[in-house]
């Protein structure tokens, strides 16, 4: 599969267009092709997973009622996402500064009792308390880059930053992540 | 505390190097990296189709019209938020405490002024005004009041210090002297007004 075809088999813009001719229940297509995604992003940029469903359907929603204007269909998947990392940076600009709270943070994955599944969930928690301190463009860049996967092209079309300024963001994210890594637990 | 990496770190991580290029430190950095953004990836998905039931459900229904959004938004309690600066809070608090510290003692009086209080007993009266010459005699300018309907009217008034003429205006039509006043003079027409002594609130 590739990006911007999903389980369905049609592209984005063959869905896009089948939803601007009037078939609402098209655009399910897209949200099920993405909703992972963008709640995968808003969850680590908001620290709250209902935080995040909030982020994302208000940009579903948004990004429905004004399909019309997504001028390159082809590019949906970077256009949704600028749409909710906007009401991201909307919901983190009602909350005090540097408040990315980790109380409704997503659960972990899989834990076990195993010295090493201790181990494995102490660095995550030790992870996500270094990526919620990051300055929000920081952690903005290295979700779309290491979590997201995408290009620094994609990711200049998501954020409207050039390329050497993301790629600024995203090393020194790394850097904080990895020095969190290093500390002694 | 962050550190300086290697740029080379970067540019294998960023796919512009061969990772068989990077020294086996540098590698496991690389590698640690890797397993991190796996890791903060890796979080169960919330059940299935409930985002998309939410936005469906929302995206089905029809638009309101700008008005009806309007109505609503009038109707419906909404929290509004005022955020001051520390120091406008503070001149804002200042500026409030000082209002309210003078305002049972000398609402904005000068120096030489007092407060007249004009009190009458009309039972009958659907309106009664108090003229004098500090209103220029205008029936319309001072109307007293009577809230409880007990056919008690009054009003208070801000006049300069000293003695003022005044006479009531009952209905807007009937002149009469305040029976009540302690001082009369004579009008000139043959008819008395009521005389009052405004003392100064604040005497030096």
């Known amino acids: ?185 | 505390m962050t550190h300086d990496f290697d740029p080379r770190i970067h540019r294998a991580l960023d796919g512009e190097l061969d990772r068989t290029a990077l020294t086996p430190e540098e590698r496991t950095l690389v590698e640690r990296l890797d397993a991190a953004s796996r890791a903060l990836s890796d979080f169960p998905a919330a059940p299935g189709g409930t985002l998309t039931h939410r936005v469906m459900g929302i995206i089905r229904r029809p638009l309101q019209s700008p008005v009806e959004r309007f109505r609503r938004w009038l109707t419906s309690p909404h929290p509004v938020t005022l955020s001051l600066r520390p120091v406008y809070s503070v001149i804002v608090a200042v500026l409030l405490v000082a209002l309210l510290w003078r305002a049972p003692e000398t609402p904005l009086l000068a120096k030489h002024e007092g407060v007249a209080q004009f009190v009458a007993r009309f039972p009958e009266a659907h309106s009664v005004a108090v003229v004098g010459p500090f209103n220029d005699w205008r029936p319309e300018a001072t109307p007293l009041s009577d809230d409880d309907h007990d056919g008690v009217w009054d009003a208070r008034v801000i006049l300069p210090a000293g003695p003022h003429e005044y006479m009531f205006v009952v209905d807007g039509e009937r002149w009469v002297a305040d029976p009540m006043a302690g001082k009369y003079v004579d009008d000139g027409f043959g008819r008395q007004n009521a005389v009052m002594e405004v003392r100064p609130v604040r005497s030096e």
Not at chain 1, 44 to 72: I, K, P, Q, T
Not at chain 1, 129 to 145: D, G, S, T, W
Request: glycine share 8%; charged share 30%.
């Open chain 1, 1 to 185: 599969m590739t990006v911007g075809e999903g389980p369905s088999g049609s592209s984005d813009a063959e869905v896009i267009a089948q939803v601007l001719s009037g078939d609402v229940e098209a655009f399910g297509v897209l949200i099920t092709r993405y909703e992972g995604g963008l709640l995968r992003f808003a969850t680590r940029m908001l620290g709250s997973r209902d935080a995040a469903a909030d982020a994302v359907a208000e940009g579903l929603v948004r990004a429905y009622r004004h399909l019309a204007s997504c001028r390159d269909p082809a590019r949906f998947r970077t256009w949704v996402f600028r749409i909710v990392a906007n009401r991201c940076k909307s919901h983190l600009a009602r909350r005090p500064v540097g408040d990315v709270s980790l109380d409704d943070a997503p659960p972990l994955a899989a834990p076990d009792n195993t010295d090493e599944g201790v181990e494995r969930t102490d660095q995550l928690e030790r992870l996500e308390r270094a990526l919620a301190q990051l300055a929000p463009e920081k952690r903005e860049a290295f979700v779309l880059k290491h979590l997201d996967g995408m290009s620094y092209e994609e990711m200049s079309a998501v954020t409207g930053e050039r390329i050497p300024t993301l790629k600024m963001r995203v090393h020194r994210a790394r850097e904080a992540l990895l020095a969190a890594l290093r500390e002694p637990s």
